[in-house]
């Protein structure tokens, strides 16, 4: 099944302990985003990939990094987390063929306390 | 002006009733066009692409229109599964594809 997977669902930690958040996609997609929803503000891009070893900031980069070793992997990763970040994130991935929306992971909803 | 603005809802109507959405874009160079539906606590899920000339899925109708830089959706017959958020959104032209999300509206059809 094609799908993007993101790990773990639920998490919650404490202020300034790193965490990474997993995200795999089995559709070889090129492009891979991340995006945190937060009510009434709606999702916002935080960080973005168009490829292999190619990311670049989305509208609120600060606090998160990411990386693409691999297609297939795009981890977000908070070195030193703040409560402010505590949000409903969300990975998502597309083809670079075509003018086809994204498909979203299933979300990881991250208190930090 | 808001990048992608929607009606902010919410909306609740009857079962078999038609509901329309608008939404509003500021980049004229915008590429690409979608409504996404998201039900509580869930990801956003591909509803359907909108095309320049209007397209329609079962009982979902799409149009766009560049020159005003709008988009809407209908739903005819509404059913209590159609319950969820509709989400407006613009993609950019360019190497990063950028999605811009509407906050969304809700909708609650009700028996």
């Known amino acids: 099944e094609a799908q993007v997977t993101q790990n773990p669902r639920y998490l919650i930690t404490v202020t300034g302990k790193k965490l990474t958040v997993t995200c795999s996609q089995n559709m070889n997609h090129e492009y891979m985003s991340w995006y945190r929803q937060d009510p009434g503000l709606g999702l916002r891009q935080i960080y973005y990939?168009?490829?292999?070893?190619?990311?670049d900031k989305g509208d609120v980069p600060e606090g998160y990094k990411v990386s693409r070793k691999e297609k297939r992997n795009f981890p977000l990763i908070l070195e030193s987390p703040s409560p402010n970040q505590t949000s409903l994130y969300f990975c998502?991935?597309?083809?670079?063929?075509?003018?086809?929306?994204?498909?979203f992971g299933s979300g990881t909803r991250l208190t930090v306390v | 002006r808001k990048e992608v603005e929607q009606d902010p809802g919410p909306f609740n109507v009857p079962e078999g009733a038609t509901v329309a959405f608008n939404c509003t874009y500021s980049n004229s160079a915008s590429q690409s066009f979608f409504w996404y539906r998201q039900d509580c606590r869930k990801e956003p899920k591909l509803l359907m692409s909108?095309?320049?000339s209007g397209n329609e899925d079962g009982r979902f109708t799409a149009q766009l229109n560049r020159a005003s830089q709008y988009i809407s959706l209908l739903i005819r017959d509404s059913k209590l599964s159609d319950s969820a958020t509709y989400l407006c959104v613009v993609a950019q032209a360019g190497s990063n594809y950028k999605l811009t999300f509407g906050k969304g509206t809700l909708l609650t059809v009700n028996p």
């Open positions: 990939s168009m490829n292999v070893e190619v990311t």
């Open positions: 909108v095309y320049s």
């Open positions: 998502a991935s597309r083809g670079s063929q075509g003018l086809n929306g994204y498909t």
